[in-house]
């Protein structure tokens, strides 16, 4: 009979086993588990004192409608390969979430290629996620700097412009004031700045470079920030000016927002494009993570909605009301005109559904195309974008 399984908080020495655990179990040695110590919570299965499955969660806030949401991200989570096949994932799950639900946190997301594994406990995908490789050479053809100045390094000027564009898009992390030591350290990154003379700064740009095996360089975009569209044409001029030295440049998966400057701006349109596994939004506790998000003052709306219950074997009745900004979604004994799966009413929280026509297409069932449009507009004021890697 197998050994009874504990969970526990790990301390110094369980962190030490599971960073030996998770080194074996992704075959490589996972840098984050020593670099975000300080910062993450760390919970661990435990079976004959050795560690046997574990992960990571960070408390932090994500933006959606443009407010701060206390959001539970999970990362760097993994189980022994001798322990698969058991579930284990799925209690492991819990026990990683119920410390940061004690702490605050209403929505979570998660980053994994086992997308069937996290759409049985409740997450869903609200984008697809892609990364760029462009030609330096197209970039140089097709996009001017007119009179940007760059500046090497950040400041907190620019800071501030990260954290004042990430509120227009529904997923950014509202960074943490360790977040950029911590992905400037891990990534050696090197840091440009882009303001016009006289202005304040209207583009951030963070790059990784590592010595191509044979000739000059290969050249990675970890962040583009970009306050206006001739802006982000003079850093991805600035991109094309490496073309002596880097064939091609890379967007890392997420890095490059889903507004259509490159669309539009290449001479030829050759870029390609990687699918990645995608983020994933789970609704932990609904009234809170509807109070919490931001909505556009001028909507004003009253929609009695059904949603499915955690457990997926039964639906309760909500009213979900917005005015003036603010929002709250209360227990009605009123007939939904619109049903929403746990995992659809995450994507819906993203302003993941662009159209009624793209929710109908994913399941949604609605009574009333007017309730339907309604409410899938009133979370499309921004688009689901999350450019940030935990």
């Avoid at 699918?275 to 009234?287: C, K, N, Q, S, Y």
């Avoid at 909507?299 to 005015?323: C, F, K, Y």
Wanted: hydrophobic content about 40%; proline content about 6%.
């Amino acid at each position: 009979m197998s050994q009874p399984l504990t969970f526990a908080s790990a301390d110094s020495g369980l962190w030490e086993q599971y960073d030996q655990l998770a080194a074996r179990a992704y075959g490589h040695p996972i840098g984050d588990i020593t670099y975000l110590r300080e910062h993450a919570d760390l919970q661990v299965a435990v079976r004959r004192g050795r560690v046997v499955a574990g992960g990571l969660g960070l408390l932090v806030d994500q933006f959606f409608g443009g407010a701060p949401v206390p959001s539970a991200c999970l990362g760097d989570g993994c189980v022994a390969p001798e322990e698969r096949g058991d579930h284990l994932a799925t209690d492991m799950a819990a026990e990683r979430l119920r410390p940061l639900i004690e702490r605050g946190a209403v929505i979570s997301t998660i980053v994994t290629s086992s997308t069937g594994y996290a759409r049985r406990l409740g997450w869903e995908a609200p984008a697809h996620v892609f990364a760029w490789t462009v030609a330096t050479d197209d970039l140089k053809r097709s996009f001017t700097n007119e009179d940007f100045d760059i500046d090497h390094g950040l400041t907190d000027e620019a800071e501030d412009l990260q954290r004042q564009l990430a509120q227009r898009w529904n997923g950014p992390i509202h960074r943490p004031a360790w977040w950029t030591k911590w992905k400037q350290d891990k990534g050696n990154l090197t840091a440009y700045r882009f303001a016009q003379p006289g202005h304040p700064t209207a583009g951030l740009l963070t790059l990784a470079t590592k010595r191509h095996e044979r000739h000059g360089m290969n050249l990675v975009v970890h962040d583009f920030w970009a306050a206006t569209q001739p802006a982000a044409a003079a850093m991805l001029a600035f991109l094309g000016s490496h073309n002596t030295r880097a064939r091609t440049i890379q967007f890392r998966r997420g890095a490059l927002p889903p507004y259509p400057t490159l669309l539009h701006g290449l001479r030829h349109h050759r870029p390609t494009a990687d699918a990645w596994h995608p983020w994933m939004l789970r609704i932990l506790d609904i009234p809170e993570a509807i109070r919490l998000r931001g909505w556009h003052d001028d909507l004003t709306m009253a929609i009695p909605i059904e949603i499915e219950n955690a457990t997926g074997d039964s639906w309760s009745r909500w009213t979900l009301q917005v005015h003036a900004g603010a929002a709250e979604i209360t227990p009605t004994r009123m007939e939904g005109q619109v049903s929403l799966t746990r995992r659809q009413l995450a994507v819906w929280y993203a302003g993941g559904y662009r159209s009624s026509a793209s929710a109908r297409m994913a399941g949604v069932h609605s009574t009333s195309d007017k309730a339907l449009t309604t409410l899938i507009r009133s979370t499309t004021e921004s688009e689901p974008w999350l450019p940030d890697h935990f």
